[in-house]
């Protein structure tokens, strides 16, 4: 099991709140990303990173940001939820040069916006 | 336009019975091919990955191939077990960038009966 942990597990909030979700990882991994699953629908990137310091945005446009102040840490931020947000959200972290490494996944935080 | 193609889309079996998942691919340039299972509210874990030389890999019960001319990949689930339900979803990365962009499919629904 890869060390990577997603808070909360579930998140159930009124519209107009301020979220952040929090993604840590205990691995030392460079890389990380922030993914928005739905239901029967595949993963889509909204966030990346390579390193501290470092923030690209993915190819699903996201209204929420994103920071790398420290390796292990990458929250997401959401300033205004609504209910379009309600989604899955999943992050990863990877390590090594290129595409062979894998993708570590946290377990998600489960997002519902009234 | 690249995409990640998975058939079917669900699938029910008897514990026991052996079953095949199919994947198709049009990522160009390809780079490599990942299995993950993501089990009912977790993350997605990495089964295997298979690069453009191999053809088949194995890790206990699955067994992965892929025929790059084709552009189409297997996984081949022997002597199934209630545990093996779960979405398993094709993941192709391509080698037009450092990150490795990856490519998701939907998934394929794997449903074990007792």
Same mark, same amino acid.
């Given at each position: 099991e890869a060390d990577i942990y997603q808070t909360p597990r579930y998140l159930v909030i009124g519209t107009g709140k301020k979220i952040t979700l929090e993604c840590s990882q205990t691995?030392?991994? #460079?890389k990380m990303y922030w993914y928005q699953q739905d239901p029967g629908m595949e993963l889509h990137l909204i966030h990346y990173s390579y390193g501290v310091n470092s923030t690209e945005k993915g190819d699903l446009s996201s209204e929420s940001t994103v920071s790398r102040i420290r390796t292990e840490h990458f929250p997401l931020t959401l300033e205004s939820a609504r209910p379009s947000h309600t989604s899955q959200y999943l992050c990863a972290s990877s390590d090594g040069q290129g595409s062979n490494q894998p993708q570590h996944f946290g377990d998600g935080t489960r997002l519902s916006i009234l | 336009k690249n995409q990640v193609e998975q058939s079917p889309q669900s699938l029910i079996i008897l514990e026991g019975k052996n079953c095949t998942l199919q994947c198709n691919y049009t990522v160009s340039p390809f780079s490599n091919l990942r299995w993950y299972k993501q089990d009912t509210g977790r993350g997605p874990v990495s089964l295997t990955i298979m690069t453009f030389s191999e053809n088949t890999k194995s890790n206990g019960r699955y067994t992965a191939t892929l025929d790059a001319d084709t552009k189409q990949s297997s996984l081949h689930i022997t002597a +199934?077990?209630? +545990? #093996? +339900?779960a979405s398993y979803i094709c993941v192709v990365s391509d080698r037009g960038s450092t990150l490795g962009r990856l490519y998701f499919g939907r998934g394929t629904q794997l449903t074990v009966w007792p």
């Open positions: 691995m030392g991994h #460079d | +199934s077990q209630l +545990s #093996d +339900s």
